[in-house]
DNA sequence: TTTCATTTATTAAAATTTAATAAATGAAGG
DNA sequence: CCTTCATTTATTAAATTTTAATAAATGAAA
């Protein structure tokens, strides 16, 4: 929602094109180069920050609202993206004071009905993504003043119940690197042990073995050395590796096990 | 809903005490000495089986409505018991000619009405749980004519998107095997490796290793050996094992890695 | 009473994983 | 311009773990 005219049209009559009840709540973590963030955002009508989200339209699915949702926050399309965990705990959109009615009276003129389709329960499916921070463009709209990077150890205290959702996110993200291919996105197609092996380290949290760790991706055939090594300055010249790309997208879908 | 009087208040005032278009399905597998089963619920004015599920209530969240439904049809309170997909396709409630609409009316002089508030778009929450067969009472209700165990690789077609939610269930499962323990509720409190071996092997669908599996979870201190061994007849008697109750119920809430 | 099938438990072999060492590379300093 | 040095990758050796093979136990059946 850009214009002041696409918000009161939502407000008041959201409800015809939106499935009353049901909404999408995004955790997009961004990885570059050993550091972890995730991307949250700041509304003007909300003292505290919250997780990139809104509710689900009346002709698309649930992994289609998620991709619409995190394609418009990040501009990146296809990303990896991943149903984590459902949030319907009764009372859950009890924001706890921190809606600022006056504010948004203010910047909309709307007077918030006790009745609006907005006050009903809703249900939110949460997902993760990941992405590469810096191919994405943090964007802000119409009540999102601010829209940013916060390293995942310093991570604010979020609205409703975000804070949970966050923990679940990277708990279910955490438990999904044993069993899913992940790095496609996030390293160059060319990339060297040691840049992986960092990757997996920053994501899972857990220090991993130089050698054996690489090797088990090796054993996995999920990745393969090229005949060319990256000059690094004065130091030894590590070799190249690439993802293999048919055996990573089977994983996608036919899970793995990586230990 | 057992009587007439339960389901016609449902299906015209139902959407007062129901939260609308939220359901949950769950799919519970049954284990008995190495078979592992799906409960499938028959409705009498539905023509293809289903997962057992309903609608949640206003006055509960996901997990508990998830536990009364399970509780029901089982018998069995406080199983395991997590959610893991939520499915929310536009046009999942199409029963596909499967909802017989004059056997309805025959049982219950309701006429379906288009506007019927369970005509709605619904999202469902989908639950998998385990439980042990023997402890287990399928329960029939007002429309369920059958409630039966299936073997898992005998499941007929199932009616709406259930045969997916198996399926995700199933995949959900024994990628879990992996961080959570179970067993619990599936073994005696004494057990044999031999034992819990088989319930990892049917869970799973994987042969184990006889001497290296079971040491994994000594390993980890899920399990220990006990002073007493079992006869078993014309064989050398096994030694017999308990689980540790504190790691146990720590695992379960902060997960395990077992391969 | 002896043999036998079957199962668990122990031991030895194989494979894997970890740690230690060697090799590579170019910057910095004499 | 050559030598030293810090740092990184790659290889090798040690340690550990996993698998396979063998031994021991048990009671039914011959």
Known sequence: METLSEVKHFFTEGYLDHRPGLTIDCAIFGYHEGVLKL???????????????????????????????????????????????????????????????????ELTGIKFEEDNWLY??????????????????????????????????????????????????????????????????????KFTLKEIKLLYEVLSGKKL???NFPNKLIALDLISRLDEKRNIGAHRSPTYYKFNEEVYEKALTEGLVLV
């Open 209 to 211: 073995n130089p050698t």
């Open 39 to 105: 991307l949250l955002v700041k509304s003007k009508v909300i003292t505290k920050w919250c997780l990139p989200g809104g509710f689900v339209r009346k002709d698309e699915n649930l992994d289609e609202a998620a991709a619409r949702i995190t394609a418009w926050r990040t501009g990146i399309g296809n990303l990896f993206l991943k149903q984590f965990k459902t949030f319907g705990d009764i009372g859950r959109n009890d924001h706890g004071g921190a809606f600022d009615e006056n504010k948004f009276y």
């Open 120 to 189: 009903d329960e809703t249900v939110s499916v949460g997902f993760y993504a990941i992405t590469d921070i810096v191919n994405a463009q943090p964007t802000a709209d119409f009540f999102s003043s601010e829209c940013e990077w916060f390293p995942i150890d310093k991570i604010p205290n979020l609205a409703f119940d975000h804070d949970e959702m966050v923990r679940e996110a990277l708990f279910a993200m955490r438990i999904d690197l044993y069993h899913f291919p992940i790095g496609k996105n996030l390293l160059q197609p």
